[in-house]
């Protein structure tokens, strides 16, 4: 008989980015797989909107944690609002992006876009691994992206952050195995998320629904370091690998130019 997550992971499970795109369908398939539920981001109405959800729909506990994750020193007050819940499942997924040409970028806009790709995922692990470690189970996934599989010009900072997501995912895995401990590199292509729209990218036709992408990561989950998301970006990730990278760079960066406006 197959282990519910709950008796796989525990009752609770953190969610950051959870007002919006894949953090909201993590959230809403975890609660209807009967875990309870943090949920955290900026936006405090929509987190206690989705929360009020969850516990009429499902039946859990759902606690809406209004937090910036850019902000210095936010893992005391997140660690206090968390309090004694054990968080036996970590979904690191909150992110934002730019599009431009990296010179004009905001520098600001940039060093918080690492500063939540890479130093608040890398604080989060680190906090909540230690008692999965102590009770023998858990499972942590970060959010990377496609783009995090190589580099892409005019979204310089954001492919390179989410390389850091991949990596350290992946590293992860490798540590944590036959620790009771379930790592997992998330790779999404585009999505039908905010993104696209905060940033003017526009929507590719082969974009998936948070949804889709939400059940490819849970059934990787537990069995592989890393998983990609839709055949065409697995296709993409697969000839690069095999093309010198003078010639991938040439090839994404014309693309991305002409689909960007750049």
């Not at 980015?17 to 894949?22: P, R």
């Not at 620790?179 to 003017?200: C, H, N, S, Y």
């Not at 990787?220 to 003078?246: D, Q, T």
Request: charged content about 20%; some cysteine; hydrophobic content about 45%.
């Amino acid at each position: 008989m197959q282990m519910t997550l709950k008796q796989k992971y525990g009752e609770w499970a953190l969610v950051t980015g959870a007002s919006s795109g894949i953090g909201r369908a993590f959230a809403r398939h975890l609660a209807a797989e009967g875990m309870n539920v943090i949920l955290v981001a900026r936006r405090k109405d929509r987190l206690q909107q989705l929360a009020v959800e969850l516990q009429e729909k499902h039946a859990v506990q759902a606690l809406a944690v209004a937090l910036d994750l850019t902000s210095e020193g936010f893992m005391p007050e997140l660690a206090e609002q968390v309090g004694s819940r054990d968080v036996g499942l970590l979904i690191n997924n909150a992110g934002f992006g730019s599009v431009g040409f990296f010179a004009d970028n905001d520098p600001e806009h940039e060093a918080n876009m690492v500063r939540l790709h890479c130093l608040a995922t890398t604080a989060l692990a680190h906090h909540f691994i230690r008692p999965m470690l102590q009770r023998g189970k858990g499972g942590i996934i970060f959010v990377g992206s496609i783009v995090g599989v190589l580099p892409i010009p005019y979204i310089a900072t954001y492919s390179a952050t989410k390389a850091f997501d991949m990596f350290i995912g992946q590293a992860l895995w490798y540590e944590m195995r036959g620790k009771g401990i379930d790592v997992l590199a998330l790779a999404p292509g585009g999505t039908k998320t905010e993104f696209q729209r905060l940033t003017r990218e526009p929507e590719s036709p082969l974009a998936a629904s948070p949804e889709a992408v939400v059940r490819t990561g849970m059934r990787a989950l537990g069995k592989r370091p890393y998983v990609i998301h839709g055949w065409h970006n697995k296709f993409v990730a697969f000839c690069a690998r095999f093309l010198p990278a003078k010639i991938t760079l040439q090839l994404i960066g014309g693309f991305a130019s002409r689909n960007m406006n750049i």
